[in-house]
């Protein structure tokens, strides 16, 4: 089994930055892409950002481009996301997840979830 712990979350102010870590533990292989998404109440679950074993492939949200960053340590088998200029908008649950293979934006075809880290920026 594999299990992702994520970490960083809290409470910031409009403009100010945070950054996640996910910690992969487990049984873990080569060749993984590993997502972002986020969960804000009464809302669908949405795509962030992910990032391809190599780390040369990366895909943004919309919402997101130009102030997150998702990058990745595969020797340390973690994965983190830089978010900058937060606004309170960016308010939510924020969920690290692995599947196999190439990287994808859509939440259903990847195998495994962390248990989610709240972020919450204040106006």
């Known amino acids: 089994q594999v299990q992702l712990v994520e970490s960083g979350g809290g409470l910031v102010q409009a403009g100010g930055s945070l950054r996640l870590s996910c910690a992969a533990s487990?049984?873990?292989?080569?060749?993984?892409?590993m997502g972002w998404f986020r969960q804000a109440p009464g809302k669908e679950r949405e795509f962030v950002a992910t990032?391809?074993?190599?780390?040369?492939?990366?895909i943004y949200g919309e919402s997101v481009k130009g102030r997150f960053t998702i990058s990745r340590d595969n020797a340390k088998n973690t994965v983190s996301l830089q978010m900058n200029s937060l606004k309170p908008e960016d308010t939510a649950v924020y969920y690290c997840?692995?599947?196999?293979?190439?990287?994808?934006?859509?939440?259903?075809?990847?195998?495994?979830w962390g248990q989610g880290t709240q972020v919450t920026v204040s106006s």
């Open positions: 997840a692995k599947k196999y293979g190439v990287i994808s934006s859509a939440p259903r075809v990847y195998d495994y």
């Open positions: 487990g049984r873990t292989t080569n060749n993984y892409a």
């Open positions: 990032i391809n074993w190599s780390g040369d492939r990366i």
